[in-house]
């Protein structure tokens, strides 16, 4: 997955980076050796050449500086390339995911996972990549550099090292595990917080404040409580690494003194010497190195479970898979062969040996209690789940056979819970495939049809006027109303209308629904609904009841034969009104 | 929501300075304004501001000693060079020296550590407090507050800000006096030591730090283009995810990916070039580090070779060139902290300030035995002011009478439920139960008086038994099955693997029904003298509904009942229909009375049973 998130180019440019700071840490690590000859000559007394000694510092320095720009500007393009090649991969695995995959994430951590989680990998690579490779090489360099000098010297720079790397790993580990917690309490918080403001209303009506705010109190508590506990593993191992570059510079001088006076002659001491200092500035190089992946290290945590929770998404196979057909055998037709279907980690069959056929230019409608598996069964006819045993077909064409985009190309879906973009009415009803195709003149006979016409009028800019995020400008039936438009704009073989009318008030229904009977003429209609009135002069009606069809025919055949469909016509007409 | 590391002082400017989410940057607050809203903070976080200075005063120490050090080495290193000199070291000085370095890097250490601690925990401590408190703070504010803000950014406030405030109001002081210690510590110890070299050490820093600065404020546009172009990408996704049903059965995908890419890419051009700029910082500081060793090792040479100096002055100032460029950066990091937390602070003070409903503690009028005769008495109402949606409302109902009040979409019906419940108060006119005045009785009276059912049915993170119990934790187990074969959703529960302990919440897979079928259980628990059911059943079909409607009769009794429906069927056994209009009440009486009338009401009712395919 990395390979695929960073893409041959980010590949390359990261080689690219490797070479420059090879060049980089190759300058950085031959300054000091100017200070060993400086000091040499100090040490002898010879003045005329620390002049020039100091140019070629000073030329050595710079050109570091303009590498290191070069590294860094290649690096800020890896991890830009990075954090948009994950969202891309992210909002295209997800918009391929079903409805189902998407229920099981939850949207809303779909979309914190495509945006907060990939800024904080993101994050992580533009601050640690950098590190991660200049890092290693100056230590491994560094000590490789220095270790003919002094064993002892070197041993005591190589056990600093040890010790730190040690601590380093034993605090990641210790301090992943609360992080990993914090995480999820984070999640918990968040979670109460969103459910407090949408239940504001109800909290308010059972005087439940006391007990809201318990809940969130003890989420927010427990965060707290990991967090301090991680903070507590992770509080002494930035100052003991910062510490360790003057423990080993002492520990060197001191062994030092030692090694000077075991040799004898003035200038080899003085060469020794001169030697010491070089020494403890590679070790202070080498140890500090240490001290930037420290740096870094400290986000790991934290950048893991983003970055774990960005791939799960990423590598998520939608439980839905593509077809190949595009062409149907039949047009305008639906058919269900012995479907049964079952929600995943339920025991209950949602739907169970349906069977029944609509043609081309009929209306047939489902009706059924609540749970009965209405929704369920439609959402089978547009994919969104795939049945357990059984066939679904649309126009002659298992729906798994199906390209998905040209299945949808023939339905005109409008589900229970209108759906509405930010932009405007026409943006919204002249939506998806083949958008381009329709005219203003489309979208207004849809808004006429829907019933949308006045409305849309009064708004300021009529059509063009922008509906804000979830359509929170406008109400609950103008909403429904601008779906059902939606579905009208694109003139579709099949209409799949859920439950969508139940925001109307029954005159803009009644109206509706003639506007469209006029509209869908030759359209095949599947119509879920709870009002009789509404369905009673389909061609057949479904009557569903726990996932069964427990009687079909058209409304009076029903009422004779079907005690379920009478008892339900009955809660809600008189007796004369039935009939 | 969690900003990365706690407490590292590491290449701050990589670690604190400029964010890729643009924070410092967008907020904009100008240093004459970071000082109120800071006061006020400290004042506000209370026992926590003594705990950030412990931890403040443990990392001057820290720094302190951390300046002194290099004093000792530079000592060792001279003691060294004599005794090359001289020909004779004492090992036992060289060893004292060491030790007495090694005390101080020591106790420094420790002080660093427990600075590490303090800092970060307080902080979480106080991100917990606002946390907290602004929790709580929702449930005192007034309903009208949430219909002009939107709950993502009360979200923002209570996970973004409060985390910022936390994080910041310890960690930038921590960096400001910790830098600050550092430099006035190093300057003394290098004039102290030699004056000269000082200077040198002293001033590619700052003219290195400086030209930063310049170079970030003129970049200034990118860091804003960055933030502008995350927030455009998280709408896009949102609005994606929650259509994703949409978008797939309407073939938007292309487009939908075609539109993300576009903004994507654009947020790539201008995130890796704010990155390149933020990266330069370090790099140039790095640079400067090295441009002073250079001098010290030139200029230091010189004078060590004229006799100036001692050897050991150049270690000295090795170590204090490397020490010396790093609390520059903090000290920025320490102002663009302040700013950040300044902005985050107003933001939390003004949710907190925001002012709350009535205390109304002093109200103790008797409602125990409420018989529930209710009247409305020429009431206004509005939600935003001048647009009145409630005109001169009258109307009255007996203890025990059964009313339903139905109109059109937009009439003002859930309104009316709104005055009735005191969650928002009315502009004139007055709203009386049995004779009393709602506003002489405090909200959570008023609330009690009323089972509720709302039309979104609200179900919480918990049990199935803890939804339905929430309110009353005292009843039997008995009267809970009661109320939920009642609505007809007892052989529901009981097929669930873990029955009335299965979790439910946002994943509940509960469908809409299921979860009103819950709500209307919990409002049959709650027993209380009245009873409001608004669209209550809305996605309930016919037949549950009309279990549920025996169901309520049955266990509610003779209580003064509240529905609105648009389903005329379900209202017809009413005592009482109330005809709203516009905000106006259109007329009232029976079914039988409005329909002989034909009337407004018999316009509705037979458009509902006329013919339709």
Redesign the interface.
């Known amino acids: 997955m990395i390979a695929r998130v960073l893409g041959r180019r980010g590949i390359s440019l990261i080689a690219v980076a490797v070479v420059l700071i090879l060049i980089q840490v190759w300058m ?1 690590l031959k ?1 000091p050796e ?2 060993g000859e ?2 040499d ?3 002898l ?1 010879h ?1 005329d050449v ?2 020039q ?2 140019t070629e ?2 030329i050595l ?2 050109g ?2 303009l590498v ?2 070069a590294a ?2 290649v ?3 890896v ?3 990075a ?2 090649n994950m ?2 991969m992210e ?2 695995t ?4 079903s ?1 189902e995959d ?3 994430f ?3 951590s ?2 914190t996972r ?3 989680d990939v ?2 990998v ?3 690579i ?2 640690g990549l ?1 590190a991660v490779i200049k890092a290693p090489i100056i230590a491994v360099w560094g000590l490789i550099k220095i270790s003919h000098s002094s064993m002892e010297w070197t041993a005591v720079t190589a056990g600093g090292m040890a010790i730190l790397a040690v601590m380093m790993f034993a605090t990641l580990h210790f301090a992943g595990i609360r992080y990993r917690k ?1 995480q999820w309490f ?1 999640d918990a ?21 006391d ?3 318990e ?3 003890r989420s ?2 427990e ?2 409580d990991n ?2 506990s991680a ?2 593993i ?3 191992s ?3 690494a ?2 360790m570059s ?2 080993v ?3 060197i ?2 062994i ?3 090694l ?2 075991g040799i004898t002659g ?1 200038e080899a ?2 060469l020794k ?1 001169s030697d ?2 070089v020494f ?2 590679y070790a ?1 190089m080498v140890l500090t190195s240490v ?2 992946v ?2 870094v290290m ?2 790991v945590p ?1 950048a893991r479970v983003s970055y774990a929770r960005i791939r799960e998404v990423i590598e998520t196979v939608p439980s839905v898979a593509d077809g190949t057909i595009t062409e149907g055998k039949e047009k305008g037709t639906v058919e269900f062969r012995d479907v049964s279907f079952s ?1 995943p980690g ?3 069959k949602a739907l169970e040996d349906i069977s029944f056929r609509v043609e081309k230019g009929s ?1 047939v409608a489902i ?6 598996g209405k ?1 369920t069964l439609v959402d089978l006819m ?1 994919r ?1 789940h795939d049945p357990d045993t059984g066939s679904v077909m649309v126009d002659g064409v298992d729906v798994r056979d199906f390209v ?2 040209s299945l ?2 023939r ?1 005109g ?1 409008v ?2 819970n209108a ?1 509405i ?2 932009g405007s009415v026409t943006m919204n009803v002249n ?5 381009e195709g329709r005219t203003i003149e489309d979208v207004r006979r849809a808004l006429a049809v829907a019933q949308a016409e006045d409305f849309v009028a009064a708004l300021p800019e009529q059509e063009e006027s922008h509906i804000s ?2 359509g929170k400008n406008l ?4 909403k429904q109303r601008i779906a059902i438009a ?1 579905a009208v704009c ?1 003139d579709p073989e099949i209409y799949i209308l859920d ?1 969508s009318f ?9 109206a509706l ?2 506007a469209l ?1 006029r509209e869908t003429e030759g359209s095949t ?1 599947i119509i879920v609904a ?5 369905i ?3 061609d057949e009606i479904l009557v569903l009841d726990e996932g069964r069809i427990v009687g079909r025919g058209k409304h009076r055949q029903l009422m004779e034969s079907c005690p ?1 469909y009478r ?2 016509a009955r ?3 008189t007796e004369e ?1 039935l009939l | 929501m969690t900003e990365a590391p706690k407490g590292g002082k590491l290449s701050p400017g990589g670690d604190h300075g400029p964010q890729l989410s643009g924070s410092y940057w967008s907020k904009g607050v100008s240093a004459h304004n970071i000082w109120p809203p800071v006061k006020r903070l400290f004042g506000y976080i209370g026992k926590y501001r003594w705990a950030i200075m412990i931890g403040v005063l443990c990392t001057m120490i820290g720094s302190l000693l951390s300046t002194i050090g290099p004093q000792y080495i530079r000592e060792i290193s001279d003691r060294i060079y004599d005794g090359i000199v001289a020909d004779s070291l004492d090992m036992d000085t060289v060893l004292g020296l060491s030790l007495i370095a090694l005390t101080i890097y020591v106790v420094g250490m420790i002080f660093n550590a427990l600075e590490h601690y303090i800092i970060p925990a307080t902080s979480e401590r106080v991100a917990n407090l606002f946390r907290i408190d602004l929790a709580h703070k929702i449930n005192r504010l007034p309903l009208n507050y949430y219909d002009n803000s939107s709950t993502g950014d009360i979200m923002s406030r209570l996970t973004n800000d409060a985390d910022t405030v936390g994080h910041q109001c310890g960690l930038s002081f921590s960096f400001l006096f910790s830098a600050l210690t550092t430099i006035i510590g190093c300057i003394i110890m290098m004039v102290w030591t030699c004056p000269l070299l000082a200077v040198i050490t002293v001033i590619p820093p700052i003219v290195g730090f400086a030209m930063t600065r310049v170079v970030l404020r003129r970049t200034q546009g990118f860091f804003r283009a960055q933030s502008r172009y995350l927030g455009a990408i998280n709408g896009q996704v949102e609005e994606n995810y929650y259509g994703h049903a949409i978008v797939r059965a309407y073939g938007n995908r292309e487009a939908a990916i075609r539109e993300f890419s576009a903004t994507n890419d654009e947020l790539y051009r201008v995130a890796y070039k704010s990155r390149f700029i933020t990266s330069t910082i370090p790099q140039t500081m790095a640079f400067i580090g090295n441009l002073g060793y250079v001098l010290v090792c030139v200029i230091g040479s010189m004078m060590v070779l004229n006799g100036e100096i001692t050897y050991g002055v150049i270690i000295a100032f090795i170590l204090y060139v490397r020490m010396f460029s790093h609390p520059l950066m903090m000290l920025a990091d320490a102002f663009a902290g302040m700013q950040a937390l300044a902005a985050s602070t107003e933001r939390l003070f003004e949710l907190l300030d925001a002012p709350e409903m009535e205390d109304e503690s002093g109200k103790d009028l008797d409602t125990g035995n409420t018989r529930g005769a209710v009247e409305f008495r020429d009431v206004c109402f509005s939600y935003i002011e001048g647009t009145e949606v409630i005109h001169d409302f009258s109307f009255r109902v007996e203890p025990g009478e059964k009313v339903a009040i139905v109109g059109p979409t937009g009439a003002g019906k859930t309104t009316l439920v709104n005055l009735l419940m005191r969650f928002y108060e009315v502009d004139s006119g007055d709203i009386l139960i049995d004779g009393v005045s709602v506003k002489d009785l405090r909200r959570d009276q008023v609330h009690s008086l009323f089972s509720m059912v709302l039309q979104d049915a609200w179900v919480f993170e918990g049990t199935i038994r803890e939804n339905l119990m929430f309110t009353s934790p005292g009843l039997t187990e008995e009267r809970m099955i009661e109320a939920c074969r009642a609505v007809g959703i007892h052989e529901f529960i009981e097929s669930l693997p873990q029955g009335y302990d299965t979790p439910v919440g946002e994943r509940s897979g509960l469908s809409a029904g299921q979860k009103q079928q819950i709500s209307i259980a919990r409002a049959m628990l709650h027993s209380a003298p009245m009873i409001i059911f608004d669209e209550a059943t809305s996605s309930v079909d016919t037949r549950t509904e009309k279990h549920i409607q025996a169901a309520v009769e049955r266990m509610t009794g003779g209580r003064t009942s509240f529905l609105i429906a648009h389903r005329l069927s379900t209202i017809r056994n009413c005592d009482k229909i109330i005809v709203m209009r516009d905000g106006k009440l259109v007329e009232t009486g029976t079914h039988e009375e409005l329909l002989a009338k034909g009337g407004y009401y018999y316009e509705l009712y037979s458009s509902q049973f006329e013919n339709c395919s």
């Open positions: 950085d300054i100017y200070m400086i000091t000559h100090i040490v007394n003045s620390v002049m000694k100091g510092m000073l320095a710079f570091s500086l290191s720009f860094g500007f690096l800020a393009n991890s830009a390339l954090g948009r969202r891309l909002f295209e997800v918009q391929s995911l409805v998407i229920s099981r939850t949207a809303a779909l979309i495509s945006t907060n800024t904080q993101q994050n992580f533009a601050r950098q914090v984070t918080v968040n979670r109460n917080t969103r459910e407090n403001l949408d239940g504001i209303r109800v909290i308010r009506a059972y005087n439940a404040e007990h809201q705010e809940r969130f109190d927010s508590r965060l707290l967090n301090v903070i507590k992770m509080a002494p930035y100052p003991v910062l510490a003057n423990f510079t002492v520990g001088y001191w030092g003194a030692g000077i006076m003035q001491r003085f010497y010491m200092i403890t500035s202070t001290l930037l420290f740096g400290r986000m934290r929600y339920s025991g209950r209306t009706i059924g209690s609540t749970g009965s929704t547009l969104f998905q985009q949808h190309d339905i879906y589900p229970q759906i973009f930010s939506y998806g495939d083949g958008s995020q979830k109400s609950g039936g103008q939606r694109r439950d139940s925001a109307l008030d029954y005159k803009t229904d009644k629904r003639e009977r209609v709870q009002r009789i009135g509404t009673r002069d389909a379920l008892e339900i809660s809600q007409l009104e």
